[in-house]
């Protein structure tokens, strides 16, 4: 055999042979890579996104799309091979993979996780719709949890409202432990509270919640933490339950969105919901995609996988994208041909953006820069 020949083989069989050990070699990383993106304007699966009733809506054109991004499940294991050619590849991200299920979370945890985040986002979109077109919305302070075996176990329940404890009114979350932790573990705290069955059914009445009942329960001392860590929180006073935020809006606003969590569509959501209550529409046609959450301030906040959400944006057929204060630099340093970032810091700001691009004044528009 020629010794070319005999090379020429050799390496080929040393090739095959490095291929198949890849294969088998299993590494601590997962891959992100762009998903779907959804016109919060448009339909889902034969519906609405956004279904408003008992408000009068208007007609909207263009495209205002949230983005989205994939990731590898978290039983599944990349191979060398897999994740040699995922860091090559433009159209995907290879990275740690606690980066994605931290302390070993399952995926079973990370998806409840992510629709919880997902629930929360479309309540504060729809209280910064509101907000930013002076629309009121009741905000009331509710029962979020109670612990087994607390001393409010069949005292107070989830979706309880909360109006005072101890006779001072309740404005917010942090109000209710304030007045708790006031007591020592083994006096009585009186909570003022309207049953979740009438909060339930005044919500659906659009109307503020009646018939206010007073609860008295014995505190106990907070339990010392199981890792043994000095919180400096052990030995205060408590009654077992975690308070929150809920709101009644003056009319119904519904999302309907399957098979999406988290939450970064918060922003989307919120302008998809001012463009349907206002009359014109917000993108003169244009074709807008975007990220980012959103606070019931109207507040925007940075989100993960910048860079795969550009890429689905522009093969979606985006020409500009609203890009959260903080994920300018990440995702000006890569940004596809033909996308123009805008940079957004409220839904304010977004709105304003939003005016100049229908006027055609894009040159006037808050970039993104690398550094």
Same mark, same amino acid.
């Given at each position: ?29 997962s891959?992100m ?93 729809k /209280?910064a *719709?509101? +907000?930013?077109?002076?629309? =009121?919305?009741?905000?009331?302070? &509710?029962?979020? %949890?109670? $612990? @087994?075996?607390?001393?409010?176990q ?14 001072k ?13 006031e007591?020592?573990?083994g ?12 909060? /339930?059914a *005044?919500? +659906?009445?659009?109307?503020? =919640?009646?018939?206010?009942?007073? &609860?008295?329960i %014995?505190? $106990? @001392? ?29 009319f ?31 993108t003169?046609?244009?074709? &807008?995609?975007? %990220? ?31 890009t ?38 894009t040159?006037?528009?808050p ?5």
């Amino acid at each position: 055999m020629p010794r070319r020949t005999a090379t020429m083989l050799a390496s080929t069989l040393v090739l095959i042979a490095l291929l198949c050990v890849g294969v088998l070699i299993k590494v601590p990383y997962s891959e992100m890579s762009p998903g779907p993106t959804v016109n919060t304007l448009g339909e889902a699966r034969g519906e609405p996104v956004l279904q408003i009733s008992g408000r009068k809506t208007y007609p909207t054109s263009g495209h205002l799309n949230m983005t989205t991004v994939r990731v590898t499940g978290a039983e599944y294991r990349m191979n060398l091979v897999e994740a040699v050619y995922g860091w090559m590849a433009h159209d995907s991200v290879v990275v740690p993979h606690d980066t994605i299920y931290p302390d070993g979370k399952t995926e079973e945890q990370s998806t409840q996780e992510n629709a919880e985040e997902f629930s929360q986002s479309q309540e504060s979109a729809k /209280v910064a *719709a509101l +907000k930013e077109l002076k629309i =009121p919305v009741t905000t009331q302070v &509710v029962v979020s %949890t109670v $612990v @087994k075996d607390s001393p409010a176990q069949d005292k107070l329940h989830a979706g309880d409202v909360i109006r005072a404890v101890d006779g001072k009114p309740v404005e917010e979350p942090g109000d209710v432990a304030k007045l708790v932790t006031e007591h020592r573990a083994g006096e009585d705290v009186v909570f003022t509270i309207v049953p979740a069955k009438e909060a /339930v059914a *005044a919500e +659906k009445a659009r109307r503020t =919640p009646e018939g206010e009942e007073k &609860v008295t329960i %014995t505190t $106990v @001392k907070a339990p010392a933490p199981k890792d043994g860590a000095d919180s400096g929180q052990e030995g205060r006073a408590i009654v077992g339950i975690a308070a929150g935020t809920d709101h009644v809006f003056p009319f119904e606003i519904d999302i309907k969105l399957a098979d999406v969590g988290g939450p970064s569509a918060g922003l989307m959501f919120s302008l998809g919901i001012i463009d349907k209550l206002t009359p014109g529409d917000l993108t003169g046609g244009k074709f &807008v995609a975007g %990220t980012g959450t959103i606070d019931d301030s109207g507040k925007v906040g940075p989100i993960g996988g910048i860079t795969m959400k550009l890429v689905g944006a522009r093969s979606a057929g985006a020409r500009y994208f609203l890009t959260p204060d903080d994920n300018c630099a990440s995702a000006a340093a890569d940004t596809p041909d033909g996308l123009t970032l805008v940079r957004v810091k409220t839904i304010e700001d977004a709105t304003k953006s939003l005016e100049q691009i229908r006027a055609g004044k894009t040159d006037a528009l808050p970039s993104c820069s690398a550094s």
